[in-house]
């Protein structure tokens, strides 16, 4: 069988703004793979990305939060938006790691064109998930979906790293889990713009709805923004559809939030925030691809390594002595050759 040609980033990127999925699916495939066509591929996809209502929803694993994420898709499709989720979980039911129930809910989305999911595993991801994530959630952006949803675990810092690409916030706790003393220490508290407490019909729910509402109290006082983070409960799994529980009201609380960054046009610092993360998470990645190829072949690296393990040096002086080199001969480089881009 004869291999076909494979697309150039113009062409790759031509699709995917034209709503071929299976050139998204190709796009994304390749940044997980490393591939240097990646950064050629971002700066075509960029100009295109940034239009989008990007929502996050991060909590422990089993919160609830892809049961929430699948309510959403159905209410933002019934407004004929079209919904793209990225699951930084390889748990998740959208990457077909869940028990066969759950999966099967999802599965309905699956046959929708308005829809496009995309999990985002475990393996390792060349500057990290956070980046790779940041770099989805773009290309979902471009894919032209009014709606772009983040579903994280709300564990360590790449995580916290990961929700800042959201607008809205959504940070999901249940009953007897200890999950708001958990959240408090990642810092997640701070920076949730919407806490849910969901399995609501579980015991003890409501002995936790009030001790989350002192914390919540605190936790908004550290705000600068004056937002007051609404706390809602939910039940979004239940035999019968009727026992579904704060799905409208989480819908409209989210609504509310984005009417509340438009109108105070807080939306221009969050999106200034995501970008300045976004250049640092580029930064720090090409940074070191650029030292680790201009090293390699010299035999530098592994004497470095070798120096370190017999103690003769530290990784902070490496990398100190290295960037100095380094920068001075880039600094050089740049003079001469300039960017193309001009600012
Ligand atoms: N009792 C109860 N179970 C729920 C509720 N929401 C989700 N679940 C169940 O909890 C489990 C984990 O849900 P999932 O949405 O996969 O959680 P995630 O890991 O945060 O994405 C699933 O078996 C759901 O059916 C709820 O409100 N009440
Ligand atoms: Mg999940």
Known sequence: MAKTRSDSPEEMVQKLLAGDRRAAARTITLMENQSEKNNQVMKLVYPHAGKSMVIGLTGSGGSGKSSLINHLIRRYRDQGKRVGVVAVDPSSPFSGGALLGDRIRFQAHSMDDGVYIRSMGSRGYLGGLARSTSDVVRIMEAMGNDVVIVETLGAGQDEVDIIHVAQTCVLVLTPNMGDDIQAMKAGIMEIADIIVLNKADLDGAILCLRSLEATIQFAISQREDGWVSPLISTVASAAKTEDLQGINELMKTIRDHQEYLHES????????KRIEQELGLVFKD?????IFKGLKGTGKKRQYIKAIFEGRTDPYSVVE???????????KVNETSGSKKHI
């Open 265 to 272: 046009r807080a939306i221009d610092e969050v999106q200034a």
């Open 286 to 290: 090409e940074v070191q691809k650029f």
């Open 321 to 331: 002595e290295v960037l100095s080199t380094f920068l001075k001969v880039g600094a």
